[in-house]
């Protein structure tokens, strides 16, 4: 999928990136409510003319209900019969416009990491709508400011960190992690032969977790990054470190053999 990625972008101008997205029409657009017209085109014809063209038959609406569904269970467990129940359709039939979705770029789908720990851990993906711009306009987000206050927030900014990090750092393999007691991590990524933790936070002072350190451990991780929304870079531990997202994306592309 085409756009401006944080490099691209600029790392000062992270927070209209994420807002906008990273289609260049609508990050470039004078105002918010001009971007907003143009992610609702774009979405319009992505689905009545572009979908049908690559041989994807699902009615317009239907698709378009099924986005916004996603949008909603933005970074969370994907549940096929709960979203078919909701959608009024088999797990099989929403499965297949999970795939559609995903084979057209616009949705991203992460699969869980599980090995042999002695722990019950979960098996089904995690989903997210690659452009936060795009997720943005589904939830019915206007600006910067409504999505402060708004009950995604820390779906959204997880959205938009995973989609970062897995843009730029080049890594072949990358799953998140989860327990049946709750353990979690929100990526693992396998770089130069080392298992890299990231986990997302959107608060600027974020702490080291009960969480954290069971990842840490069970996973046997060589560093974990600990993403959050402010500017500084402070060590929680051995091997973890809490930094903003532009320093953690350069970090992981060094990692991963990128300039």
Partial sequence: MGGFSLDEAGAQHWRRLWARGGFPRSYLSRSEAESMRWR????RTFLERDLPQLGMRVPAATMRRFWTMLA????AIWNASEIGRSLGGAHTTVRRYLDLLASALVVRIVQPWHENLGKRQVKAPKVYVRDTGLLHALLGVPDIDALESHPKLGASWESFAIEQVLLRAGAREAYYWRTQAGSELDLLLFLGGKRIGVEVKYGDAPALT??????LADLRLHRLFVVHAGSSRFPLGRK????????CVRELAKMGGRR
Avoid: K
Wanted: glycine share 4%.
């Fill in 40 to 43: 609702e085109d774009f979405m």
């Fill in 72 to 75: 909603h269970y933005a970074g």
């Fill in 210 to 215: 009960r969480s954290m350190a069971s990842a």
């Fill in 240 to 247: 973890v470190e809490a930094l903003p997202l532009q320093d």
